[in-house]
């Protein structure tokens, strides 16, 4: 049922590995400043965040996705496992196409989200940031697929801004212009091209075998450079991903495969994903539970926060009336673009519920060394912040 | 640890003795004598610690000659008894590797992708399975080590504090929600076999985890109950770091010393050198205990360190107890099933199977490669002999410490599983069998290690007789009973005696035969501890042990 590849060497790699990039992106990381991605050698950042934001926001940029987790699941019940897997219905997605998505277990927590990408009826792929491929195997215990990890033989190049098209046609992707938003597209060499991308703008996402990684990000730079396509770290990623809304597993909330304690895991009506849930497809992992607990309500609620002031609510805790608890922000930011003071709060029922407002979120201020404490009024707004037509339209803009 | 001298009297009185100086005795003793008891401590050795000792039987080389890592040490007792000042210094160590038969390894990496990795080249699925399987360990490490430190409750009893406690641990219980709540009692009673296969496919993966669930045990790998020990050897910690273990800087000999000057400083006094004879009572109450050379001390709390077979059924005079408590002692199962060997070494040994200079050296070594092996290892217990394939730990510590031996030159402990308290058709172990028993385990190492019988200076031989003779652990078992639930909380380690009191007023048990158990964890001689001060209408000592007394 699954491949198993066993590496033969003795013993195995410490510390973290190169990704199939690693060659371009070191000489342009001039402070050298690396994170562990999956056990990889990721950027944290380049020259600097700001520059590296607004390249995103502005021209085109490029995101080493390397360290994604592939899993490739093939096979006449290919269809049947997605479905058995994820909330949403995979029956309902045309071939080629790729669909966000969420997973549950038993107890309809939420384990992780991904991007599905359905090549045919038969043939699949799951990308997503936690290991799964134990999970796959016990999903498809008894159905005829092949499930082959691909995490460490797909090399990923996640490309966005507003002139990552121009960047795609310069650098002859033709037919790149007919895509609209969830389409994907194969080229020449192997390149595969999703418009999809974690930054809410116009934005692709190539995927190429770890043999011609190294071609392609020349082949990129070369046709991009009259486009300011720069390559960017994690911190840039991580303010555009905030302003487009999407929800990161581990900080805003838990996967219930990873919590200790039990009470911490959420099902998708919690986190705003009740969209995503299919109860007329047949039975897939959590159904029951889900059943349940659409009726019984959401004992959280994760919301869009707007706050007053320019500072950042960190860490916040989230007041009602500036006394009672009400939750705690999972994620920050002032947002350069929006020019507003957004965050993601994780509140407990009845807070962003029923009752919504009179919420205020606590924030520390380091004043040259004294700590100074206020309170600041929040809004629950759409948390879908930045939402430009330039994400979406076909054909995109050419810049 | 000799160094170590208290006032020695031929007579005396005191508020308290403890008898042991084993790392529990000391901790008791400690906080006895901190809170304003003329306390005295008696051990039958010549030096304190107990089964936590460094000693050096060859010159230049210092051996943690029985317990040998530590990781249980509750902390709160550290801070309590400010053990740091005192000298004591744990050490996390990395690595660990099992050893294949076909020259390949298995290494357990403490940094978590390199871990990964090594697990994903035996099986890609159990690398992500291990996320699964330590987040179930850690569920249930979060369950168990609140009531550490806790006195259990006596589940009949009507007295407030017992309710209060029975209503701590069903709310804890409740707490888990129903999923766990299942889980929690199939973990507790399956066997560490049966839990491992659930999550893993990989033999050597297996096999590598499984020791846990075994050692110091009279188990297999598939008998029920073993799977809770594993869960003892994974819920202590070092600095916060749940799981860990460590060196202590001198061997283990480090935490007895830290722990003796606690107590000494507080006021307390240690006569080493002769054991208890028997304890005096009085109308069912201790009233002291006479000595093997003859002196008296006298007392009203007596405070027994020693395992609750060797207490009650050695040094109590019968008539003294009623036959069912007689009964349930005799029935405590405390099986003597493993030895271990100290041995000084000349250069470090060479290991061709791992990765040049690899880390994985510093940590815990095996070669048992199947649970079916360890399984074998068990049948040859059950019928007297030891192991013909024996499981072992194997650390050699002088890498990290330098304070064991001289520089270049090693330290290694193997603790060795299975050895049968008794040998089949009655062989002593005080023979040819020791050496027999030894050599049956350095040729297993020498299997994997090239040359590395050429390497021994010198050797320490220690059967489960041997143990029990040095040590005082009857049958040699190095936890002072199973650690199997029929043995835990409040039936430890008899129903009805679960709160270290016992059926002789006075008396109380602050050894590892009474919760939570086994292992340098020095919770029971805390719990015991305070159990006592409650009885005496006196506050307990110390932030850190702040639980109820029952």
Known sequence: MSVIKKPAMKGVQRGLSPTPFHDFLAPMNLEQSWMDWAGFLSPRHFESIESEYFAIRNQATVFDVSPMRKYRIAGPDALTVMNRLVTRNVAKMRDNRVAYSIWCDEDGNVIDDGTVFRFTATDFRLCCQEPQFSWLNDVAWGFDVEIVDESLDVAGLSLQGPTSYAVLKAAGFNGVETMKPFDIRHFDDGVTVSRTGFTGDLGYELWVPNDKAAALWQHLFAAGRIHGLKPVGYEAVEMTRIEAGLLLPGKDFQSSHHALRSTRGRTPFELGFGWMVDFGKGHFNGRRALLKAKETGPRYMVVGLDIDGNKPAYDALVYHRGKVEAGHVTSALWSPTCKRNLAFAMLKAPYGIGVTDDLFVEIYRDKEGKWEKGLARARIVNRRFFDYPRRAATPPALY | ?550
């Open chain 2, 1 to 550: 640890m000799t160094e170590v001298s208290g006032k020695n009297g031929k007579a005396g009185r005191y508020d308290a003795i403890v008898v042991g100086a084993g790392h529990n005795g000391l901790t008791a003793g400690a906080y006895l004598a901190k809170a304003g008891l003329k306390t005295l401590i008696v051990e039958k050795n010549d030096y304190i610690g107990g089964a936590a000792v460094s000693r050096e039987l060859h010159e230049g080389w210092t051996y943690s000659n029985c317990s040998y890592v530590c990781s249980l040490l509750r902390p709160e007792v550290a801070r309590d008894l400010e053990l740091g000042r005192h000298g004591l210094q744990v050490i996390p160590y990395e690595g660990g590797a099992t050893f294949l038969n076909n020259g390949d390894h298995f290494g357990s990496y403490a940094e978590h992708n390199a871990f990964r990795r090594e697990i994903q080249r035996h099986s890609p699925i159990d690398a992500d399975a291990y996320d699964r399987y330590s987040r179930y360990i850690m569920r249930q490490c979060r369950f168990i080590r609140p009531l550490l430190l806790r006195t259990p409750p006596d589940p009949v009893s009507m007295r407030p504090k017992d309710l209060q406690e029975m209503m701590f641990l069903l709310k804890r219980f409740h707490d888990l929600g129903a999923r766990e709540m299942a889980d929690m009692l199939r973990f507790w009673t399956m066997s560490v076999g049966e839990f491992l296969d659930e999550f893993f496919e990989s033999e050597v993966l297996k096999a590598h985890f499984a020791g846990s669930g075994i050692i110091g045990t009279g188990l297999g790998v598939y008998s029920p109950g073993t799977a809770y020990v594993l869960l003892h050897h994974y819920m202590g910690d070092v600095d916060g770091s749940i799981g860990a273990w460590g060196f202590t800087r001198g061997g283990m000999g480090g935490v007895s010393k830290a722990l003796s000057l606690a107590f000494m400083e507080a006021g307390g006094e240690i006569v080493t050198g002769s054991g208890i004879n028997h304890f005096l009572t009085e109308n069912g109450q201790v009233s002291g205990v006479v000595l093997d050379n003859g002196d008296v001390y006298e007392a009203s709390t007596v405070v027994s360190n020693m395992d609750v077979r060797r207490t009650f059924l050695e040094h109590v005079e019968e008539g003294e107890l009623d036959g069912d408590f007689i009964k349930a002692v005799k029935r405590f199962k405390i099986r003597g099933s493993s030895g271990k060997l100290n041995i000084a070494l000349d250069s470090l040994p060479d290991f061709p199977a791992l990765p040049p200079n690899s880390i994985l050296m510093q940590g815990d070594m095996h070669a048992s490669e199947s649970l079916d092996e360890l399984e074998r290892a068990y049948d040859d217990w059950k019928v007297g002999k030891w192991s013909e394939e024996p499981y072992f730990d194997m650390l050699i510590p002088s890498q990290i410490d330098p304070t064991l031996t001289h520089p270049g030159k090693h330290m290694m402990t193997v603790f060795v599983q299975y050895a049968p308290y008794e040998l089949a058709g009655g062989e002593s172990w005080n023979g040819p069998a020791r050496q027999a028993f030894a050599d049956t385990v350095i040729n297993k190492i020498a299997r994997h290690s090239p040359g590395f019988r050429d390497k021994i200076v010198h050797m320490e031989v220690r059967t489960p007789w041997d143990i029990e003779n040095e040590v005082g652990l009857t049958e040699g078992n190095i936890f002072q009973g199973e650690l199997t639930f029929d043995q835990l909380l409040f039936n430890r380690p008899v129903p009805g005696y679960a709160q270290y009191r016992s059926p002789i007023k006075g008396l109380y048990l602050c050894g590892s035969s009474a919760h939570p158990g086994g292992g340098v964890m020095a919770a029971p001689g805390a719990n015991a501890a305070r159990e006592v001060l409650s009885d005496m209408g006196r506050a307990a000592v110390g932030n850190g042990v702040m639980g109820r007394a029952a």
